[in-house]
Structures are given as structure tokens and as C-alpha cells.
């Protein structure tokens, strides 16, 4: 291990931090609080960071449970460099399985989003409830966020492979947010030094270029459990008409949309956005 990874690994950890073997892979996760388990996935660029203000707001009236998945945050790229959707949600299954959780409410960000979905269509009798925040799944070329467009660009995705530059970091940063006023340089540095750790970029284009994606929302209709779904109107990255996209597919939806929000009110709004997800868990049906 070289020093600067011990020393992403110092920083972003904490008594919570934990690590756990699948598949040979060392996983990260974080488990607290009290409760019905809430398991947290968060999005593309991401770590399980980006739910510290849920964890915060809900740890005392759920277990809270969230994990890298793989190629992003402390987890880094899995042994046999597969990054398929499928992949991902067996990756949650088996964190689950290990800390022995029958069922859950299962929220998502964005790509966390999507694995949610998917998770919910695979295993339905582990899910009471599903949350989708700024989700991905919509395959068409405007619900791709600019990472991913850049990522397939010949001469970008070169220089991503080693490094990307910490104002390009900045920029996608100052994307996801609808109020730039809240984004401090903590925070951009937790984005830049995460999704540089160990070998997360070259993971992030082998996952954008040689994985096969397949559209499976046309079986959204089968999710059964109640769903929240959860946008951001300033989102720039998933436009906001893939929302009513969602709540059209799934029976059981309903929507609730953020004002002066960009494409993770989880982050961006933590306090309100984790109120509703409390009304949303303890209440009945929809």
C-alpha cells in the first residue's frame, strides 16, 4: 500500500468503517444506528459519503447501512474487472447476507439508483420499500451524465485513466449541486480524492467502455413494493423528465421534487430530504 493510499484510507474512515471479503474483493461499508435497516447506495463518482447527512438525521431511528460498491470510494476495482449492474447488485446481496439482513428499505442515487431498482426486481422479498433518488436506468443518450460521455471520448478517457484533474473534479461537482453556495472545498476534495484512490479511474472507463448495459425498465412495472422517488429540479446530470418516467413504470410510486436542487438531494438537502424519507418508511402504502 502506498502512502497516499493510507492516507485516503485514514482520512476517510471512521469508527463506523468497515471492511469486509467478497469474492476476494475488500468492500467498505459503514453499519450504525438503531432500527429497520435503510441500506444507502450511492451514485457514479461517488462513496458512501455522499449519505452522511442521512445517516446523521435517521441513525436513531434506523439501522443505517451503506458500502462502496465496486470501483468507486475505498473499495476500488473488483479482482476480475466486472463492473456489470448485475454484478453490483450481487455485490449488495452478499453484504447483506453477511450482516444478516432479511429485509430492508433499499434508497439510491443516481447509478445507486439503478442498482436499487434492479436489486428490488431480483430479490423482491427483500425489499419493504424502495427509494430512488436522481435514479439512472433510462439508457437514452440524454439520461447519461457528462462523465460518461467524456469517458467514451478517445482523448479523454486517456487522461482519466491516470488522473483527472481536480478542476474537472470541480466542475462535476459544481453540476450535481443546485445551490453552488453550499459546496466547500472539503467537500471537492473528498470527490477528487476518492475517485483517484488507488485504481478507481481506470476502473470507472472499463466499467463506462466495456460494460454491456442492458434497458430492463420496461419490467419497472413489477416492482411491487411502495416507491419514493426522489429529483432534484436543477438536475443537470438526469434530466427531471425521467422522474415521471420512473413514477409512470412503477404501480406503487409517487414523487417528490426538489426546488433549487441539483442531482443528489440526499447531499444537497439532507435534513429535508431525510424527513421525507422518514414519513416515507413509517407510513402506510404509498
Not at 68 to 74: A, E, N, Q, T, W
Not at 240 to 244: E, K, P, S, T, V
Given at each position: 500500500m502506498t502512502t497516499l493510499m493510507a492516507s485516503t484510507l485514514s482520512k476517510y474512515t471512521n469508527e463506523q468503517s468497515r471492511f469486509v471479503v467478497v469474492d476476494g474483493n475488500l468492500v467498505h461499508y459503514r453499519d450504525e444506528g438503531k432500527g429497520y435497516p435503510l441500506v444507502c447506495l450511492h451514485g457514479a463518482f461517488a462513496s458512501l459519503h455522499t449519505f452522511d447527512g442521512w445517516a446523521e438525521a435517521l441513525k436513531d431511528d434506523f439501522r443505517i447501512i451503506r458500502l462502496?460498491?465496486?470501483?468507486?470510494?475505498?473499495?476500488?476495482a473488483p479482482q476480475d474487472g466486472t463492473y456489470t449492474i448485475e454484478k453490483q447488485v450481487e455485490l449488495v446481496y452478499k453484504v447483506l447476507s453477511i450482516l444478516k439482513v432479511k429485509k430492508c428499505v433499499i434508497a439510491g442515487n443516481s447509478l445507486g439508483g439503478w442498482v436499487s431498482w434492479e436489486f428490488c426486481l431480483k430479490y423482491p422479498k427483500m425489499v419493504r420499500k424502495l427509494i430512488l433518488v436522481d435514479s439512472a436506468g433510462f439508457l437514452e443518450m440524454e439520461s447519461i451524465p457528462l462523465p460518461f460521455k467524456m469517458a467514451r471520448t478517445p482523448f479523454l478517457n486517456k487522461v482519466i485513466k491516470y488522473v483527472i484533474k481536480r478542476n474537472i473534479l470541480e466542475q462535476f461537482v459544481y453540476q450535481v449541486y443546485g445551490e453552488p453556495e453550499k459546496i466547500t472545498t472539503e467537500l471537492i476534495d473528498r470527490y477528487y480524492d476518492l475517485f483517484n484512490h488507488d485504481n478507481n479511474p481506470k476502473a470507472f472507463l472499463e466499467f463506462v467502455n466495456k460494460t454491456e448495459f442492458i434497458d430492463h425498465t420496461a419490467q419497472l412495472k413489477n416492482i411491487k413494493c411502495p416507491t419514493l422517488i426522489m429529483w432534484g429540479e436543477e438536475d443537470q446530470w438526469i434530466p427531471?423528465?425521467?422522474?415521471?418516467r420512473f413514477l409512470e413504470k412503477i404501480p406503487k410510486a409517487r414523487l417528490v421534487i426538489y426546488e433549487h436542487t441539483g442531482h443528489i438531494p440526499m447531499e444537497e438537502i439532507p435534513e429535508i430530504s431525510a424527513a421525507e424519507v422518514k414519513r416515507f418508511i413509517f407510513g402506510g402504502g404509498k
Open positions: 462502496d460498491m465496486y470501483g468507486f470510494g475505498l473499495t476500488g427531471i423528465d425521467y422522474a415521471h
